[in-house]
């Protein structure tokens, strides 16, 4: 004869809770791209950047106006 399902569900219930989790203690690891400083400092962007170059330069001041920042 099967178990009784009200007397199984809670002991599930408390495998699943108890269950170690894969995730526990994961670190985010970011892209490690750098863009070459010369490509940067030559300027020579495409004009459809415009707009994506203006957005950049209002964020970093506004963000410039809440620091000093640390790491």
Do not use: C, H, K
Request: charge should be negative.
């Amino acid at each position: 004869m099967p178990p009784n399902l009200t007397t199984f569900f809670p002991i599930l219930i408390l495998f699943f809770l108890f269950i170690p989790s894969g995730t526990a203690g994961s670190v985010t690891a970011y892209a490690n791209d750098f863009i070459d400083p010369d490509y940067i400092l030559a300027g020579s962007f495409a004009p459809q950047t415009e707009r994506a170059r203006m957005t950049i330069l209002q964020w970093a001041r506004s963000l410039a106006l809440d620091g000093p920042w640390s790491a």
